[in-house]
């Protein structure tokens, strides 16, 4: 039968239905799909060494036959797997320490490529760095192999790469040449790419080292802009196809609250205050988010809005992922107000019945008209009288039906979130895509310096006393850990464990321990004793990395900071600095080797350099959690690499929703049709009418 783009795979000549299922553990179930199945590394193959002219010192890549193995045990009780290669020019032994396992996968007659160096140990020997099986005892033909570089693809159990590798080898000329290009011609040259069928060859049949690169670029292009394409239509039916609140800008409590503040606004506060106002004036609805470090004045930007919504008789909603938060933020709004005259709500779940009855009855009169909060506020018995603005910080911590639930509370209100942790703005127009972004980058004049150490375990009795100093100039620290308890199989230094030694290496001082398995309300407890100066020492995992505002706190202790990713550390290091004195952060490493990636963190307070660099270290996937954006799977960009395809897929999917909304006209169709088979949300999204 002729195959198509949409044949099962099954159907493929060499699938089968057993392949079949295994294919689809792979996300392969059309022949379509094996064409975007992308290697996840190459073997160059380009420069094989004959194994007869292999010296030592040497690093090579070898082609052979295996023609003996065997598992060795040594005197240490380490057991190295061994295997004999050869080729027409001679034998070499390649040694696997502790990879006993290997005895199974590797099997005499085996056709193997391996990369290494070649080491002497009772003569040549190498060690590989990596291998592949090209062939089985008995296949001829995979022999040729030198000038090739070889893709090596993910595979699952019942479909090794090597059969994954054939199968695409023998089918990618009928379905490339099945391909057509969605991506218009000026925007492929604008961008530099090779056209589409171009880049599916290179992917799989590279002809030399990085001949790859050129189609993996175009293929992350193409994700980029389908993804752009989307987040645009969402944005669009989110602003301009909904018509928002108009907003008037009487300057009453807005330029009684600038008067009154005791500080100096940042050029980044006034800057993220005029584009707001500029969003709440205009006839669209603001769907703005805010990203700041810890200690830059989200805050204060934010209570501008509130006032703003007031001005023209609204009502304003602040909503925080913890009663903690919510409280901090209240009592810091409740200050700043204080010289105007008004008084915020506090609807929060720790209280009683009456009292957020009492509270629900004035916001649903409209006598309530700024109120901060937590999930109490989402609930159905609250209503407003005539919502028009929300706030929501730390806006990731709340699902998008929490948000929503909220938002519906009103009659399309504006919407401002924020987020205290800095992204890269790759990964923000990737992730928030549908949002206008603004970023506070300075801090506010009278924070205090952060100085930034990094220590080892030699270091530990100076940097327990040193807290203990600090301790007794009346100051608090906090010590965080990477886990709870201790473990046999991890040598790590426990929060409940060292709870107990600082306990009795800093007394007379208090030591507190908060983790995450701990109830809400323990948990809440002991912060607020640390809150309120009667714990000097809080022993912590990460559930503080977003937490209570401590000004007094002026030591952060970070115990293996090599398990914590740079931009969680830097979370870690916002929560001191918060007052006027000098503050300390203190990694203490268990190796020196961790010692460069640190002392890169300690040479910078920027969250957002910092969140380049952790975007460059862990890639996109360990950042948010799986290698998702907006339901999409990126499997071909890089955004550490790939910032120009992000700027420009961005700008060319806004001009091309402006123009067209719903992708209706014919030279559009072949996007649409692309994202309405790759998007989750792509029928809904872009359904005409």
């Not at 809400?520 to 995992?541: C, I, K, N, Q, S």
Request: proline share 4%.
């Amino acid at each position: 039968m002729a195959i198509a783009l949409d044949t099962s795979v099954q159907f493929l000549r060499g699938v089968g239905p057993r392949r079949a299922e295994a294919f689809h553990r792979l996300g392969v179930r059309v022949a379509e799909d094996l064409l975007y199945h992308a290697p996840h590394r190459y073997l160059d193959a380009t420069t094989v060494t004959p194994i007869g002219k292999a010296s030592v010192g040497r690093d090579i890549t070898v082609v052979g036959r295996v023609v003996s193995k065997a598992v060795m045990p040594t005197r240490r009780r380490l057991r190295i797997f061994r295997a004999v290669l050869k080729d027409a020019s001679g034998v070499i032994e390649c040694a696997w320490p502790g990879q006993a396992f290997l005895d199974r996968t590797i099997k005499a007659g085996q056709l193997l490529l391996v990369t290494g160096p070649v080491k002497y140990y009772h003569g040549r020997q190498l060690a590989p760095r990596e291998y592949v099986i090209l062939a089985e005892e008995g296949d001829e033909g995979a022999l040729d192999t030198e000038g090739l570089v070889l893709p090596v693809y993910p595979a699952t159990e019942g479909l090794s790469h090597r059969v994954i590798r054939k199968l695409i080898g023998d089918h990618l000329d009928t379905l490339v040449a099945q391909i057509d290009d969605a991506l218009p011609g000026h925007l492929r040259q604008q961008a530099r790419l090779i056209p589409l069928k171009q880049a599916l060859v290179a992917l799989h049949r590279p002809s030399k080292p990085k001949g790859w690169e050129p189609g993996r670029r175009r293929l992350a292009f193409d994700e980029l802009f389908d993804m752009q394409l989307v987040v645009a239509r969402a944005r669009h039916l989110a602003k301009e196809a909904t018509e928002g609140l108009r907003f008037e800008l009487k300057r009453e409590l807005t330029s009684s609250l600038k008067d009154a503040l005791p500080f100096e606004l940042t050029k980044g506060q006034k800057r993220a205050v005029r584009e707001i106002t500029d969003d709440m004036t205009s006839t669209t609805r603001m769907h703005r988010l805010l990203m700041g470090d810890v200690g830059t004045g989200k805050t204060v930007v934010a209570l501008f809005a509130m006032l703003l919504a007031l001005e023209n008789d609204y009502q304003a909603v602040f909503m925080a992922p913890t009663e903690l938060l919510a409280e901090q933020h209240g009592r810091t709004i409740q200050q700043l107000l204080a010289p105007l005259g008004l008084v915020p709500e506090m609807l929060l779940g720790r209280l009683s019945a009456t009292e957020k009855s009492a509270i629900r009855r004035r916001l649903a009169s409209g006598d309530a008209r700024i109120v901060v909060g937590t999930h109490a506020l989402i609930q159905e018995t609250t209503s407003f009288h005539r919502l028009g603005l929300v706030v929501i910080d730390e806006q990731h911590r709340f699902g998008v039906e929490q948000r929503a639930a909220l938002i519906a509370k009103g009659q399309h209100p504006d919407v401002l979130l924020l987020s205290a942790t800095p992204i890269p703005r790759t990964l923000a127009l990737t992730l928030y895509g549908d949002l206008d972004i603004c970023e506070l980058r300075e801090r506010p004049i009278g924070r205090g310096d952060i100085s930034t150490s990094v220590r080892t375990n030699r270091d530990r009795a100076a940097v327990y006393k040193f807290v203990k100093g600090q301790c007794e100039a009346g100051h608090q620290a906090y010590v965080v850990y990477p886990v709870i308890e201790e473990s046999e199989k991890m040598d790590l230094k426990a929060a409940t464990t060292m709870a107990q030694e600082l306990t009795k290496k800093l007394a007379p001082h208090e030591v507190g321990l908060v983790h995450g398995r701990l109830k809400a309300e323990e948990r809440d407890g002991v912060m607020r004793r640390f809150r309120d100066g009667r714990v000097a020492v809080l022993v912590a995992t990460t559930v503080i990395e977003v937490g209570i505002d401590v000004p007094n706190a002026t030591v952060m202790v970070v115990e293996h900071p090599e398990r914590f990713g740079l931009a969680q550390l830097h979370q870690l290091r916002g929560r001191v600095g918060r007052g006027e004195g000098e503050s300390h952060c203190i990694l203490l490493a268990a190796t020196e080797s961790a010692h460069p990636r640190l002392k890169r963190f300690a040479t910078t307070l920027d969250g957002f350099r910092i969140a380049e660099l952790d975007l460059q270290e862990r890639g996109m996937g360990e950042l948010v959690g799986t290698r998702q954006a907006g339901g999409f799977n990126l499997r071909f960009a890089d955004l550490a690499e790939d910032a120009d395809l992000v700027e420009l897929a961005r700008r060319e999917a806004l001009g091309l929703i402006a123009e067209d909304p719903v992708l209706a006209k014919r030279e559009h169709h072949p996007l649409r049709r692309r994202i309405e088979r790759h998007y989750e949300r792509g029928m809904e999204l872009f359904r005409v009418g």
